[in-house]
């Protein structure tokens, strides 16, 4: 029953963490379109962002200690290189390949799992990525536009490179005998974003009379200052801190799939709010995320059995080994709350492996 409530748990958090990041380019493209550049559209919601997570960085100061090679890997990666590759891209390429190649890191972080951890990964798992990625292909109507630009891939397959790094410093915050508070975390990986982006961005050249004005929403004029506020407090906070916790209670490659909604709740938001229609390809492709995204976490086993199939070596890695892979409470990341300590049980691994 824990272990079910507790991937019950982490599921909804990736789900809130996709709304929350999907809702971004909603509010941000109204102030693109009103003279901000995006980079520092990016800048301000970072160093927003990082602005109110300050008392919490102040209340975690020991992590600077404890964990910096942690932090400054978060703020680099998961903060600063995702946005910076992510809109260095999109100029040079259209924006739907973009958004594809970004989210291969869900593909990305199954590779990751399986050739450097090397932790056996799940068919399921691998199943509802081809999915996801397959679905997201409709969702943004890739084959639209389609040029080949090499240094613009690059850029993308860069963003995606930097969503694995998200996924996985998120995972290894929690999967330690001394874990790092997700919170600490976020709110130093958004400091140590915010120095990186005020380099890149520049922002003493932005327009700041646009921040006092309105921009258009599909007719309808929304305060400047309003939309900034929803992509720090809601894009950028909330979205980081449920991503992050979501992370530690399922696993990196199944948050990974839940994850690509982002774009289906991009799309959709952009519909309503902004006026930007559906085509029927973009729907069947939105239901085709939500069914690889489905298939992804079901995988999980609801039970969590430990101890191996007798007699057998192979067992022992079907029946332990994968675990951890297809993610929830029985992976390494969740150990301690199902009760069970990550180190102990990969003594008792290695020990009947070894054993004569």
Not at 16 to 29: E, M, R, Y
Request: with cysteine; net charge negative.
């Amino acid at each position: 029953m824990h272990a079910s409530q507790g991937r019950s748990a982490g599921l909804g958090l990736a789900l809130a963490s996709a709304f929350a990041f999907g809702g971004s380019g909603v509010a941000a493209k109204p102030l693109i379109e009103a003279g901000l550049d995006p980079l520092h559209v990016v800048w301000l919601r970072v160093a927003g962002a990082a602005l109110v997570m300050l008392p919490v960085a102040w209340r975690h100061r020991d992590l600077l200690r404890r964990k910096p090679a942690l932090l400054a890997g978060f703020g680099l990666l998961a903060v600063a290189g995702v946005q910076a590759f992510y809109f260095a891209s999109i100029s040079r390429i259209p924006v739907g390949v973009a958004l594809l190649v970004e989210y291969l890191a869900p593909a990305l972080v199954l590779g990751w799992v399986r050739c450097v951890q090397r932790r056996p990964v799940t068919r399921a798992a691998a199943l509802g990525v081809v999915l996801a990625v397959g679905g997201l292909a409709c969702v943004v109507q890739v084959w639209s536009g389609l040029s080949f630009d090499l240094l613009g891939l690059l850029l993308a397959l860069g963003a995606a490179c930097c969503q694995v790094g998200y996924f996985v410093l998120s995972d290894q915050g929690g999967d330690e005998s001394d874990p790092a508070d997700p919170l600490g975390v976020i709110a130093y990986g958004l400091l140590f974003g915010a120095l990186v982006l005020t380099v890149v961005a520049r922002p003493w050249g932005m327009e700041w009379s646009v921040l006092g004005g309105t921009a258009d929403m599909n007719g309808t004029e929304a305060p400047a200052w309003l939309l900034i506020g929803w992509i720090v407090l809601i894009a950028t906070v909330l979205a980081y801190v449920t991503g992050v916790i979501s992370v530690r209670r399922l696993s990196p490659q199944v948050a990974g799939v839940v994850a690509c909604l982002e774009a289906v709740v991009a799309t959709v938001l952009a519909w309503v709010l902004l006026g930007e229609h559906l085509a029927a390809p973009q729907i069947i492709g939105g239901a085709v995320v939500l069914v690889g995204a489905f298939i992804a976490q079901s995988s999980t086993p609801k039970a969590a059995p430990v101890d191996p199939v007798a007699g057998s070596e192979a067992g022992s890695e079907a029946g332990s080994g994968a675990e951890p892979v297809a993610g929830s409470e029985a992976g390494s990341h969740a150990g301690s709350e199902a009760g069970a300590e990550p180190d102990a049980r990969e003594g008792e691994l290695s020990a009947r492996r070894t054993a004569p």
